[in-house]
T-cell receptor
Framework: GAGVSQTPSNKVTEKGKYVELRCDPISGHTALYWYRQSLGQGPEFLIYFQGTGAADDSGLPNDRFFAVRPEGSVSTLKIQRTERGDSAVYLC???????????FGPGTRLTVL | GENVEQHPSTLSVQEGDSAVIKCTYS??????FPWYKQELGKGPQLIID?????GEKKDQRIAVTLNKTAKHFSLHITETQPEDSAVYFC???????????FGTGTRLTIIP
């Protein structure tokens, strides 16, 4: 079946601009996670949704970052007033209820010039 | 919060030999430990995982061992093949469905 998909695969923007990154989880997966991966590092947790609500947003670095999952499926990560330090690969993962495994998408590479 | 350390950062082994990657964690409440393989330009892919009520788990050429007392766990790959070349990440979490805390990764290169 289809895995986690993320769009766009690459996004180049200018400092100060607003960006939206989209994640389509595996069908039926109730849990959805966003991570950020800088070059040469492991993924770092940003936010976790259980259904429509954010169960844990402790990883969001500041109030420029916001994520939504209005219908409990697709999620959008929104970054306002982008900074060069926001450049990274943004990964989305989903998990079936009651299971342990998080399945990752291919990521969106964000470059802020 | 949880802190996961991973060693070595790079590892080169001859094809057919074994590779071992080690991780330590700090949170004694962590009870789920997955290992992911990441190829260039792709997202991490789960290769094996272990829960804290088990000391060892094996799946064909891949095995993971866990020492809860010492708070460390290891990935063992036997009979390595060129397609095993990738970056490997260990991770830890509580309850198995909360956020994962990842190690910094090991770049494994299999020399033909």
């Amino acid at each position: 079946g289809a895995g986690v998909s993320q769009t766009p695969s690459n996004k180049v923007t200018e400092k100060g601009k607003y960006v939206e990154l989209r994640c389509d989880p595996i069908s039926g997966h109730t849990a959805l996670y966003w991570y950020r991966q800088s070059l040469g590092q492991g993924p770092e947790f940003l936010i976790y949704f259980q259904g429509t609500g954010a169960a844990d947003d402790s990883g969001l670095p500041n109030d420029r970052f916001f994520a939504v999952r209005p219908e409990g499926s697709v999620s959008t990560l929104k970054i306002q007033r982008t900074e060069r330090g926001d450049s990274a690969v943004y990964l989305c993962a989903s998990r079936s209820g009651g299971a342990d495994t998080q399945y990752f998408g291919p990521g969106t590479r964000l470059t802020v010039l | 919060g949880e802190n996961v350390e991973q060693h070595p950062s790079t590892l080169s082994v001859q094809e057919g030999d074994s590779a071992v990657i080690k991780c330590t964690y700090s949170d004694s409440a962590s009870n789920y430990f997955p290992w992911y393989k990441q190829e260039l330009g792709k997202g991490p892919q789960l290769i094996i995982d272990i829960r804290s009520n088990v000391g060892e788990k094996k799946d064909q050429r891949i095995a993971v061992t866990l020492n809860k007392t010492a708070k460390h766990f290891s990935l063992h790959i036997t009979e390595t093949q060129p397609e095993d070349s990738a970056v490997y990440f260990c991770a830890a979490s509580r309850f198995g469905n909360e956020k994962l805390t990842f190690g910094t990764g090991t770049r494994l290169t299999i020399i033909p």
